[in-house]
């Protein structure tokens, strides 16, 4: 049986109960443990997704968390070289509203869909296929995506990962932390990542279907993320 580094104990004890086994032995391998290799930035999330200002105006108008993905983002307009962004969003609506604004910001880079260097990625638009990425991979700096449709893809070189609105399950987020720092480093190592949860409290309130008790004690605890996400 193969499962993902982000396995906790407690799902790998479920799915023995539910397999029905019993006296088993379990080798857990994790060399290069995701876990160790993320740092996590809440952020409050403004109430309009779209309404965190232009990537010039970075004083009053951006979270002070965020300044590090705004300056990320004005690199990419005047085309310096940058490792890749990867944003997550629970749902499509807010995917295409990131995308929207990211064209508006960029309106030269948006004109020509061959070289834009972001692109988002969900139900409505179809699948960016491994191909696709293959063939556009020195162009793209930036994703946009639902959790769903990044199945199945291996993103090289990520060293920062936002989620729009937290997923419903603690894993959910250890899993997203991992889609970075794939890409071993000049020693060898993993890469750092910077992993970004923006939230406010509508977001987190029992009026989200299928949001877990263990999100929202995350999203408000004052204790150690990292530890709490690998408890």
């Excluded at 876990?35 to 990537?55: C, D």
């Excluded at 923006?198 to 204790?223: H, M, R, W, Y």
């Amino acid at each position: 049986l193969c499962m993902t580094a982000t396995a906790t104990s407690a799902e790998i004890q479920e799915l023995k109960l539910n397999m029905g086994l019993r006296d088993v032995n379990t080798v857990v391998l994790r060399a290069d443990p995701v876990q160790s290799q993320f740092n996590i930035v809440r952020v409050e999330r403004p109430p309009n997704i779209r309404g965190t200002g232009g990537i010039e105006e970075m004083d009053g108008t951006v979270k002070p968390g965020l300044v590090h993905v705004m300056k990320r983002l004005l690199k990419i307009k005047n085309g310096e070289p940058v490792k890749r962004s990867l944003w997550l969003c629970r749902n499509t609506s807010d995917v295409a509203d990131l995308y929207d604004e990211l064209c508006e910001m960029m309106p030269e880079q948006a004109a020509n869909p061959l070289t834009c260097p972001f692109v988002m990625n969900h139900s409505s638009v179809g699948p960016i296929t491994a191909e696709n990425i293959r063939k556009r991979r020195s162009s793209i700096n930036l994703y946009l995506a639902t959790s769903v449709m990044l199945l199945g893809l291996d993103l090289e070189d990520v060293d920062i990962i936002g989620m729009i609105r937290p997923f419903n399950h603690c894993h959910d987020l250890l899993q997203a932390a991992g889609r970075g720092g794939r890409k071993l480093g000049n020693l060898g190592k993993r890469r750092k990542v910077v992993f970004y949860v923006l939230f406010n409290q509508s977001d987190i309130s029992n009026a989200v279907p299928g949001l877990t008790e263990e999100v929202k004690e995350f999203c408000e605890t004052d204790g150690c993320l990292k530890m709490f996400l690998r408890s």
